[in-house]
């Protein structure tokens, strides 16, 4: 097993993945982790709410994963990513990608994410003091 993906509404446990992805043959380990921030624009946010069509969401974040292990030269890979209300400074994607060099790993990280962002069906609400807004639109 060279990949593990989660869709939780639990907090997610960057040593989990960490521990995933780490190998004796391994000699990088590239950790992503997405938090929450106080601002967007200038305004201040309280929380955030993220939502998913989950079945979907689980299978596509799968297709990154595999994707990721043909196009770079990795040995493993975590995705995971939160749903429901997260506050500010918590923690709602981690990604984290081993491999027998360093390059590999970061590679695929920042691939990783980046498709994700793109692809996923995962939308985030952001709450402010006056109000609150849907960010992602797409995919």
């Known amino acids: 097993m060279r990949t593990s993906v989660e869709l939780t509404s639990n907090q ?62 990795i040995y493993k890979i975590a995705i995971h990513h939160a749903e429901g209300l997260l506050k500010v400074s918590e923690v709602p994607v981690i990604i984290a990608v081993s491999s027998k060099h360093r390059k590999a790993a970061i590679l695929a990280c920042e691939f990783a994410i980046d498709t994700l962002k793109e692809k996923v069906p995962i939308w985030k609400k952001e709450y402010f003091s006056d109000g609150e807004v849907w960010v992602n639109a797409h995919p």
Do not use: H, W
Not at 25 to 43: A, E, M, P, W
């Open 12 to 73: 997610l446990d960057l040593q989990e993945c960490y521990r995933f992805v780490e190998d004796p043959i391994c000699g990088g380990i590239s950790v992503f982790v997405g938090t929450v921030r106080n601002d967007t624009q200038g305004k201040e946010v309280r929380q955030l709410d993220f939502s998913s069509y989950k079945p979907m969401a689980i299978k596509e974040m799968q297709k990154i994963a595999d994707a990721a292990l043909v196009k770079y030269d």
